[in-house]
């Protein structure tokens, strides 16, 4: 039998050892250097694990066949068959091993993805922190400026409220839930008459005068949840009265119940009285508008009676009953016609004779017929005139009459009291541009119920045959037809200006001459 050859077997076997120790090696390193770029990548440090196993299989056995033909070489056979068995067993661990690995691949790669899908979550998790963070970071570097912004937005709306609060010319008011004020602006306690350092503690109960009014004011807060423009009377420190129109809103809380109300007062005094002025005027003028036309009509009438009644009186002597009656009709005739000659004064019917005059002579023309009457009824005149007062342009007999009215009015005034004093002014009021004449007494004074109605025609507190009603009527429509006005000031005041005194004072005020009153704006 021919043998064959066992080198190429031999070299085989030895260079396929070799081979495999190099392989196994440079993929162990390969499989090193990947789990160092990703240490936390599973699969290369499965990878990593498995080479590591097979490096240590390739280089038992290789070196096992190696060892084996070096000594089969060398002659020394019986010594490999010693070692044989620990090397097949060696080798037999470390194929388990490499099974093992194997075999439990499957189960490391079911947790390598339940641990990266948990990865995973927490890594958007993570993100979702780290932008959020972000955002804070952002917030808190613009914190300070939107804190300032937003600081000087409340400070300029606080400002815009406490200006109107302040500086605003109606009453702005502030109530809690007892309906006590807490709150009111300078022009409110001022409107008021009550201190504005040290007010005293107050509730809309002490402002409002009627208490319907109140109970009205209460009832719509409650009900509707504000009052829109309604018209009621409060009482101001001195106990008179004040004309407010009055518009207020609740405050209510998150649960409905009422915590207050805010409200605005607006001065209705003045608008009251002009209202009342405009309504007289307009009253006069109707008024004087019947009275001319009256007094046309009976005017005519009177006459012929009068006519007659002298006619007949030429027939009987004086001390006959048919004269004395006579004298009667004639007597009374004449009453009536003078109250018609008032009425066509108060109608401004009759023309006017206009010139430039002085109030000071009218009022010493007017003293010189009645000052003797006044003595005698022990009433003392003073007088107060300015010298060189400003010149008007009127009606001297007119005014005259007025005058004589007025200082009529103030004689009765006295004459139940048994005297008193008259007190006659005259002053210039460069302001207005006017003079002012002033004719006070120190009788009753006027009933403020009465006040309204002195000018009205007929309107008269005198008794029976002491006067007709149309002295005031007459003189307020001289004044009128100056261009001027008349106040009634009772109780009285002790000068054009000053403190109050009893009874009644009229105020005259006419327009300066033009001429007088360039001199007066100039001086």
Known sequence: MTTLPLFPAIFTDMAGSVLVIVLTVLSLRYAYLLTRREPDNFLWGFLFYFCVTLTVFAISRAMGHLVKQVLLIGGHGDVWHGLAPFSGGLNTLLMISLSAVIVFYHKGVEGYQAIRAKALSLKDANAQLNEAADQLRKMNLHLEERVEART???????????????????????????NRLVNMNRSGLEMLGYPVDDPPPLGLVDLF?????????FDSMLKDGFIRDQEVEFVKADGSVLYVH???????????????????????????????????????????QMAAGVAHEINTPLGVILG???????????????????????????????????????????????????????????????????????????????????????????????????????????????????????????????????????????????????????????????GTGLGLSVSYGIIQEHGGRIEVVSPAMKDLIDEQSPGTAFHVYLPIHAEENSDVIKD
């Open 152 to 178: 000087a937005e409340l400070s300029d709306s606080e400002k815009k409220f406490r200006h109107f609060f302040t500086n605003s010319m109606d009453m702005v008011y502030f109530c809690n839930a007892e």
């Open 209 to 217: 005068l009627h208490e319907e009014e109140l109970d009205h004011y």
């Open 246 to 288: 009055v518009s207020a809103n609740g405050v209510f809380d998150e649960s409905g119940k009422f915590t207050g109300c805010e409200g605005i007062a607006k001065d209705l005094t003045r608008v009251k009285l002009m209202m009342g002025q405009l309504a007289g005027s307009e009253k006069m003028a109707s008024v004087g």
């Open 308 to 466: 007659y009644a002298q006619l007949m009186m030429d027939d009987f002597d004086s001390d006959t009953e048919e004269r004395q009656n006579l004298e009667v009709i004639e007597r009374q005739t004449k009453a009536c016609r003078k109250i018609v000659a008032d009425l066509l004064k108060f109608s401004r019917q009759s023309e006017s004779a206009r010139e430039q005059l002085s109030l000071n002579e009218v009022i010493g023309d007017v003293m010189a017929v009645t000052e003797h009457t006044l003595n005698m009824n022990h009433i003392t005149v003073h007088r107060d005139l300015e010298p060189d007062l400003p010149l008007v342009i009127g009606d001297a007999e007119k005014l005259r009459q007025v005058l004589v009215n007025f200082i009529n009015n103030a004689h009765h005034a006295m004459e139940e009291s048994g005297g008193g004093d008259l007190y006659l002014e005259t002053r210039t009021l460069p302001a207005s541009n006017e003079v002012a004449v002033m004719v006070r007494d120190t009788g009753h004074g006027i009933p403020e119920k009465i006040r309204a109605q002195i000018f009205d025609p007929f309107f008269t507190t005198k008794s029976v045959g002491k």
